[in-house]
């Protein structure tokens, strides 16, 4: 299900996954290191740092796509819905997805380089 | 860090001031929007991004040398320490030396400090030897120093701990290899 | 014919004036209007503001020489703790709020928040809760354990006085207020703009106060749930923070500072909002990048939750999870950077007039940006663990605090002035302030960066000599004191310029917003007739909008039935909907906030009893304001020229109520979450968590009632989805059942919570069930409680099928007690067992 590009809760839509994902790798990561932790010096190409990782590709993927399908609503080629107050909200919301896509993905980055555990 | 720092803000509020004195020439619309998305672009977005990613580069992986990962060659030298309201109590687990509010250590050798508070929280910090660590009551955080120099280096309490947290204080002492033999030594003979 | 229309015009604005002005003499004790309950909220900061100043020198003093013993360790220990208590708690938020309440009605053309005998309440909890606070200091018992009152060191063992019942106390009393003021602003942005004011044509101050009261709505529930948990450990031995029994101290740093960092935001954005507001009227030029800087604000309305544990990077957490939080403290830059420089831009290509407002807005950037820059400095993980807790830190926090909010907020002050009093500031004297403030800051903190550096850790009452900290330590004293005159120049010249300033015009500042086109000084009632808005900057494009507005010549220009009205409309087109009525001049609030101030000092002086009687009264008190709505006699008795056209919102099935009840849920959903995650938190990073060894609750019994719950909430769901179609046949009886059945699964609940094995004082695991069994006691107990008083109301004839709003109102109450109840069962019991546990 996926709401209208006009709708304005995508104004929020991006930044609420991107704060779930932040929880989800913060609380995931507690508790993989709680009950299965890896070998501190196994360095950072444990499961844990490369779980994290495919995940947030997936969630970056699906939040560029939601920009991409906003912005291209506020296109003025689709011109049958282009009032000004639409465009707002989806030029907006397609700016939102993009931010929450970039911090998405930076989110992990650090496990490039460090080992969760320590 | 700080040099690059002081420079944005000094450019920054250099073309605010420019910005606020200039009295522009009216322009078209398109080019209006234009000028306007190139700043936001440009200072809004890239030049945070950039800094970050600077920063960042530099900043992980000194952070990765104070883990307490097993170093590279030795072994390190392990200390407890607990605090209490308002002093510090000092172990060498290996020697079974008792201390309070001093630590004698060699210099040169890497150093793992078991902290732990037997009341409230507290922090060890030695500003001369790196970042500080909390001691927390229940839990045991392990800190990595090292000492590159003998000497004599000041410590103190970093978490607020009570009254009397601004005279909770200690001394690192560090010494050559041979000088640290030779205070072991007499340690234990003390004993 | 023109002096006739003139004089019945004249006679329309003093039936306005009549219906919405204060009652006379003390009779302004039971104001709800919003310009003068945001005027009280401002004035009252102000003098927190000053107590926390002379804190501040006292401070300042002890400092400036090495080994001194102007003060000892205990007072000392006292002072810096109040310091930042005042001004964080008493000063910072309820000003902005006041600011906020002042200006939004006016700004998005309408007549009065939406709440108002809330917003007199928020009032009087925050008057009276800073009162309590500050009766402390006096008393010499306050607080002592600095303002995030850490535990142990807050915990009875180690502060045995009543100084950190005080503050939790008091506290959670003065949040009260917040969190009123949150729900109000955002349920009146969202619902009652002026027509045709859509989301897009929002002034894009009421955007940052939208996202400021989202944040109080999110924000704010953890440091109450922590202090409610830290106040039942204090009192009654509850185990949550003391790792003997299963708890741990971290967890009420963890609460402390989910509420904490998105706090430093909840100031700074409203702040940014006098910014964003000042600068094009300065500019004489639209903001640049409207959508970008709305952009800039969502994003740090949520980024700015995601990096509470970088007040935390020294307690031993796994160097990858100190990563997240480092990265997201660092993103907080982006969207500060797009304000930044979009104010540039708008700078850059408008001809700027520089007056006194534009002196503090300039001293803002100068002074924040700085404090921004040592941020992300601080956001670097190894950096941070060698200048945490020392005075780099206080000097950041300084540059950040004063720098984001207290130079715009000035900056505010002049800029409105005229408003308010309808004379303009003196510029000469008002340089005067600002140089002597700008130049005492700086002398004050920058040097104290250094001071940091060389290793000064803060909160300590006294230092020694020689350690090369003198110097600076002197130096930032006399900066202080430099300061403070600066403040005295600028108190004098306003209190001057009400006697002494020169009578401004009409829009004085050449602004666009809407709340210069009211006749200045402001009346009680805003805008004689209310316009249409389909720009953004009204007073640009309409100029005429003063004349016409005064002349009647807009909508709801005649008072009816000795109404408040106000329309509501669209919360994303701003397209009208309804009219809604107001409740006028009421003393409840008053009377609720001096029980709610009797069960705060009862609780202080542990007179349980007297605090549960006191609870009770404060119950009934908001019960009986709650009953006073509607068709009720003294709100909007059923009549015979009710509008039609757009209707009264109480005939309708969706009105700002409704929209109160969600956001106060969500504020309540977030408290709720805390506890969930205390309670994970706990269960596995707690050293010493434990179980007990058999299920200390009887879980057939507890499901049944669970059982007996969703029946209840199904027979009144029924009852509203009728009601939605017109229908109220046997809606009272359906109500009384409802009720009835609501009420035997209380009884249920209590029992099982009566015959419980529960060790909430041996066991952190029992101690939050206990909590959450308490919390779930109190929300269907209310539940039911309201529907038996709308079953009264259905009686009396106040709710029924022309009148169906009240019903529907709280049934997003009943849904949610329900959805509490069950998930409480997964979570708190189930998921337990299934784990393994018992």
């Given at each position: 299900m996926t709401p209208s590009?006009?709708?304005?809760?995508n104004l929020v839509l991006g930044l609420i996954i991107w704060a779930l994902w932040f929880v989800l790798l913060y609380g995931g990561l507690s508790i993989g290191c709680a009950f299965a932790p890896p070998d501190a010096?196994?360095?950072?190409?444990?499961w844990i740092n490369a779980a994290s990782l495919v995940v947030a590709l997936m969630v970056t993927g699906y939040l560029l796509t939601c920009a991409y399908a906003c912005w291209k609503a506020s296109s003025?080629?689709?011109?049958?819905?282009?009032q000004p107050l639409n465009t707002f909200i989806s030029k907006t919301s397609a700016a939102v997805y993009l931010v929450s896509a970039v911090a998405s993905l930076m989110l992990v980055l650090p496990g490039v380089r460090l080992p969760p555990c320590v | 860090m700080f040099g690059w720092f002081t420079f944005v803000l000094v450019v920054v509020v250099g073309l605010w001031l420019y910005a606020i004195r200039r009295a522009p020439e009216p322009v078209s619309k398109a080019r209006a929007r234009q000028v306007q998305n190139r700043w936001i672009l440009w200072g809004g977005l890239v030049l945070p991004i950039t800094s970050m990613a600077v920063i960042l580069a530099f900043g992980v992986p000194a952070g990765h040398q104070?883990?307490?990962?097993?170093?590279?060659?030795g072994k390190a030298l392990r200390i407890n320490v607990t605090a209490h309201q308002w002093w510090w109590e000092v172990q060498y687990?290996?020697?079974g030396i008792q201390l309070k509010d001093e630590l004698h250590v060699p210099a040169g050798v890497p150093l793992d400090l078991h902290l732990t508070s037997a009341d409230v929280i507290h922090s060890f910090w030695v500003p001369r030897l790196g970042g500080k660590l909390d001691m927390l009551p229940g839990r045991t955080n392990v800190l990595r120093l090292q000492a590159d120099e003998p000497g004599t280096y000041r410590g103190q309490c970093a978490?607020?701990?009570?009254?009397h947290h601004a005279h909770m204080k200690f001394t690192v002492t560090a010494y050559s290899p041979e000088d640290y033999q030779a205070w072991l030594r007499e340690e234990t003979v003390n004993d | 014919m023109t002096n006739l229309s003139e004089e019945a015009n004249c006679k329309r604005e003093a039936q306005l004036e009549h219906v919405w002005g204060n009652l006379p003499g003390w009779g302004a004790l039971a104001a709800v209007n919003h310009t003068s309950i945001g005027f009280r909220f401002m004035a009252t900061g102000m003098i927190f503001f000053l107590i926390g100043g002379v804190l501040a020198m006292l401070i300042r003093t002890q400092l400036a020489?090495?080994?001194?013993?102007?003060?000892e360790a205990s007072l000392y220990n006292q002072i810096f703790t109040m310091h930042g208590t005042v001004m964080m708690f008493l000063f910072a938020i309820p000003v902005l709020e006041g600011v906020a309440m002042y200006l939004v009605p006016k700004m998005i053309g309408t007549?009065?928040?939406?709440f108002p005998r809330l917003s007199a309440l928020g009032y009087y909890c925050y008057l009276f809760g800073g009162v309590i606070i500050l009766s402390s200091l006096v008393l010499e018992?306050?607080?002592?354990?600095?303002?995030?009152?850490?535990t142990p060191l807050s915990s009875n063992t180690y502060s045995p006085g009543p100084g950190s019942d005080f503050w939790l106390l008091g506290i959670t009393f003065v949040e009260i207020s917040a969190i009123s003021a949150g729900v109000e602003l955002v349920v009146s942005i969202l619902r009652?703009?002026?027509?045709?004011?859509?989301l897009n044509k929002m002034p894009i101050f009421c955007w940052y106060i939208l996202a400021m009261a989202l944040m109080i709505v999110f924000g704010f529930p953890p440091l109450i749930l922590g202090s409610v948990l830290l106040e039942l450990e204090r009192a009654?031995?509850?185990?949550?923070?003391?790792?003997?029994?299963?708890?741990?101290?971290l967890l009420w740093q963890h609460l402390f500072w989910m509420f904490g960092h998105p706090e430093v935001y909840i100031i700074f954005l409203p702040a940014a909002g006098i910014v964003s507001t000042l600068i094009p009227v300065f500019a004489r030029?639209?903001?640049?990048?409207y959508r970008w800087v709305v952009l800039g604000i969502i994003t740090m309305g949520f980024v700015?939750?995601?990096?509470?544990v970088h007040h935390m990077?020294?307690?031993?957490?796994?160097q990858l999870a100190q990563a997240f939080f480092s990265i997201a403290s660092m993103l907080v830059a982006v969207p500060t950077g797009i304000q930044i420089f979009a104010w540039l831009a708008t700078l850059w290509q408008g001809k700027v007039v520089f007056h006194l407002p534009m002196l503090w807005i300039v001293g803002f950037l100068v002074v924040f940006v700085c404090g921004g820059l040592t941020g992300v400095m601080l956001a670097l993980v190894p950096f941070n663990w060698q200048v945490h807790d020392t005075h780099f830190v206080v000097a950041h926090l300084h540059y950040v605090l004063v720098g984001g909010m207290l130079f715009p907020l000035i900056a505010g002050f002049y800029y409105w002035l005229p408003h308010v009093s309808g004379r303009m500031p003196s510029d000469k004297m008002g340089r005067w302030g600002f140089w002597l403030f700008f130049g005492g800051f700086n002398t004050t903190f920058l040097l104290m960066h250094l001071t940091g550096l060389l290793g000064m850790p803060r909160r300590v009452y006294t230092y020694e000599a020689g350690l090369g900290w003198d110097w600076l330590n002197l130096i930032s004293s006399i900066g202080g004191f430099i300061m403070a005159i600066g403040v005295a120049v600028i108190i004098v010249d306003i209190v001057l310029h009400f006697r002494f300033g020169r009578r401004a015009e009409q829009n004085p500042w050449g602004?666009?917003?809407?709340?210069?086109?009211?006749?200045?000084?402001?009346?009680?009632?805003?805008?004689?007739s209310m316009p249409d808005i389909t720009t953004r900057h009204p007073m640009w494009e309409n100029p005429e909008l003063v004349e016409s507005i005064a002349a009647g010549e807009?909508?709801?220009a005649e008072v009816q039935s000795l109404r408040r009205d106000i329309y509501g409309s669209d919360?994303?087109?701003?397209?009208?909907?309804e009219v809604v009525h107001l409740p006028t001049n009421s003393w409840l609030p008053l009377m609720t906030a001096t029980v709610l101030a009797v069960v705060c000092v009862s609780l202080l002086i542990k007179a349980y009893l007297i605090a549960l009687a006191a609870a009770a009264v404060a119950l009934v008190l908001v019960l009986r304001w709650s009953w006073?709505?509607?068709?009720h006699p003294r709100a909007a008795?059923?009549?015979?020229?009710?509008?039609?056209?757009?209707?009264?919102?109480?005939?309708?099935?969706?009105?700002p109520g409704l929209w109160g009840m969600v956001v106060s849920l969500m504020a309540n959903g977030t408290l709720y979450v805390s506890l969930l995650f205390g309670w994970f938190y706990l269960w596995t990073a707690a050293p010493q968590w434990s179980t007990p060894?058999?299920?200390?609750?009887?879980l057939i019994p507890l499901a049944a009632s669970g059982i007996l719950l969703t029946l209840a909430v199904m027979i009144y769901h029924g009852a509203v989805s009728r009601l939605r179609k017109r229908n109220a046949g046997s809606l009272g009886l359906r109500l009384w059942l409802a009720s009835a059945i609501g009420f035997t699964h209380w009884c249920l609940l209590a029992w099982v919570l009566q015959t419980s094995s529960l060790q909430p004082t041996e066991l952190a695991h029992d101690a939050v069930l206990t909590v959450a069994l308490y919390y779930l006691l109190l929300h269907s107990g209310l539940a039911m409680i309201f529907t038996v008083l709308q079953a009264l109301r259905v009686q009396r004839g106040y709710v029924g099928s022309s009148l169906p709003y009240e019903p529907i109102v709280i049934q997003p109450f009943w849904v949610y007690t329900l959805g509490v109840f069950w998930l409480s069962f997964a979570m708190f019991l189930l998921l337990p067992m299934a784990w393994g546990a018992p």
């Open positions: 590009p006009f709708h304005p809760i010096g196994d360095g950072a190409w444990t003025p080629s689709s011109a049958a819905k282009a | 104070m883990l307490p990962l097993p170093p590279a060659e687990p290996d020697s978490e607020f701990c009570g009254t | 020489m090495p080994e001194q013993e102007i003060i007549r009065d928040l939406v018992v306050a607080p002592d354990a600095g303002w995030f009152m850490y009652t703009r002026a027509n045709g004011m859509a009654v031995g509850f185990v949550f923070f003391e790792t003997s029994g299963g708890g741990d101290p030029q639209p903001l640049v990048g700015s939750f995601g990096l509470w990077f020294t307690v031993g957490i796994p602004a666009d917003t809407l709340e210069w086109a009211i006749p200045m000084p402001v009346n009680a009632y805003n805008f004689s807009h909508g709801l919360a994303v087109t701003g397209k009208v909907r006073e709505n509607g068709a008795p059923v009549g015979t020229n009710d509008p039609v056209d757009p209707p009264l919102h109480s005939r309708t099935c969706d009105g060894e058999t299920s200390p609750l009887a």
